[in-house]
């Protein structure tokens, strides 16, 4: 058990829906990633949040957003959903957001789009 | 970032040693080694990290030469548990963002 938490488990719904996906960090960490594994994709960085504040963006979609909360948790919303959103959404998180920092992953959230 | 380039799949036995190199020939001075592994529908968990000759923890060895342009990850007597895709990834030293590309891994199956 890695300390974050990520609901809900399984997440089963239609194009064009919206949806929000939530986070937990470790206690203590202030930083908070989101990562998407799909099956042709491998897993890919999507953005970082620093204690509230956007730190990094990868390669997220314009109709996904994230932010992270005073309490630390982090959500992240994707709307107009695709066939090809289907994937598995990994929250991670970290003391203090730099390199080197280990990241600690969550079970991740398996997000199906029919 | 420095590109990885590991093998795509290996085969072990319980109780062997299991060497799974990586090849990152533009590391910077800066950068990092860091090694994952992930199990199937898990998130990737940290085993090591090292920037120069050699680390060990109670999981894993990190070998890595001179030139940095390879690194080594020794798993010692391995058991049908370690079956994962290990990652090797290239850190900068030096930002204030600690996001990670994984690349493709090595899927390692362990085999009774």
């Known amino acids: 058990d890695s300390g974050v938490t990520q609901t809900p488990k399984h997440l089963i719904t239609a194009t064009g829906q919206r949806v929000t996906l939530r986070c937990s960090p470790r206690s203590g960490d202030l930083s908070v990633y989101w990562y998407q594994q799909s099956l042709d994709q491998g897993l890919q960085f999507l953005i970082q949040y620093y204690n509230g504040e956007e730190r990094a963006k990868g390669n997220i979609l314009e109709r996904f957003s994230a932010q992270q909360f005073p309490d630390l948790h982090s959500e992240l919303n994707l709307s107009s959903l695709e066939l090809g959103d289907s994937a598995l959404y990994f929250c991670?998180?970290?003391?203090?957001?730099?390199?080197?920092?280990?990241?600690?992953f969550g079970p991740g959230t398996r997000l199906t789009v029919l | 970032l420095a590109k990885t380039t590991q093998p795509i799949s290996m085969d072990s036995y319980e109780g062997q040693e299991v060497n799974i190199t990586c090849s990152h020939n533009?590391?910077?001075?800066?950068?990092?080694i860091t090694w994952y592994q992930q199990f199937p529908s898990q998130g990737p968990r940290f085993i090591i990290q090292g920037y120069k000759t050699k680390v060990t923890n109670e999981v894993a060895s990190l070998f890595i030469p001179a030139d940095r342009k390879s690194s080594t990850l020794s798993l010692p007597r391995v058991s049908l548990s370690d079956t994962a895709v290990y990652y090797c990834?290239?850190?900068?030293?030096?930002?204030?963002?600690?996001?990670?590309?994984f690349g493709q891994g090595t899927t390692l199956q362990v085999k009774p």
């Open positions: 533009n590391i910077a001075t800066n950068d990092y």
């Open positions: 990834l290239v850190v900068p030293g030096s930002s204030n963002t600690g996001k990670l590309i």
């Open positions: 991670a998180s970290s003391a203090d957001g730099g390199t080197g920092d280990t990241q600690y």
